[in-house]
């Protein structure tokens, strides 16, 4: 084994595991913290329904601090921001006392839907804007390259789940 190679096992050692995250996320969870956690809440979905009938998975403040590094407190926000999106259920279980968690995957893809259908309105507005700076309504072409980005990550979820709709205007245009 190569001495890079070496370092890079070091590397990955000294890091620890790596999560899940999608950006694209971003508009409909409502903020950076709150795609993290509805990033792993996706997994988990994934990973709890292959093994059981139900799809409730329960994590500790301390393991979410463990995982993705957030604070009690920062986790409050965000299962709060979470719930009033009506994108996660939670309720509190067992002695101790445990959160668990559910992904309302309808409601996340109706979601996604509205913000891939917004994404598409202010691209075609763009598009339709004749003799304008571009330049007034994105920053630079980055920033209209992410929000592409973005769009494509959100039909993918989508896609994930067999949302069709999303599917079939991804296709039309």
Not at 14 to 36: Q, W
Not at 51 to 67: I, L
Not at 76 to 94: N, S
Not at 158 to 168: F, I, P, Q, R
Request: hydrophobic share 30%; aromatic share 8%.
């Amino acid at each position: 084994m190569s001495s890079k190679r070496n370092e890079i096992d070091l590397l990955n050692e000294r890091l620890g595991f790596t999560i899940a995250y999608r950006p694209s996320l971003v508009p409909v969870a409502g903020s950076v913290n709150a795609a993290l956690v509805l990033s792993q809440a996706i997994y988990q979905h994934n990973y709890w329904t292959t093994k059981r009938t139900h799809a409730w998975w329960y994590c500790s403040d301390t393991k979410w601090k463990s995982d993705i590094g957030l604070t009690t407190k920062q986790m409050q926000l965000v299962r709060t921001q979470l719930i009033k999106r009506d994108l996660i259920e939670v309720r509190k279980k067992g002695i101790p006392c445990t959160n668990h968690y559910k992904l309302k995957v309808k409601n996340l893809l109706t979601a996604i839907d509205k913000e891939t259908s917004n994404q598409k309105v202010n691209m075609n507005t763009n598009k339709l804007m004749s003799g304008q700076n571009r330049s007034q309504h994105f920053d630079n072409s980055d920033e209209e390259l992410e929000k592409i980005k973005r769009q494509v990550d959100l039909i993918e979820i989508a896609k994930t789940y067999g949302y069709k709709n999303v599917e079939k205007e991804s296709n039309n245009n």
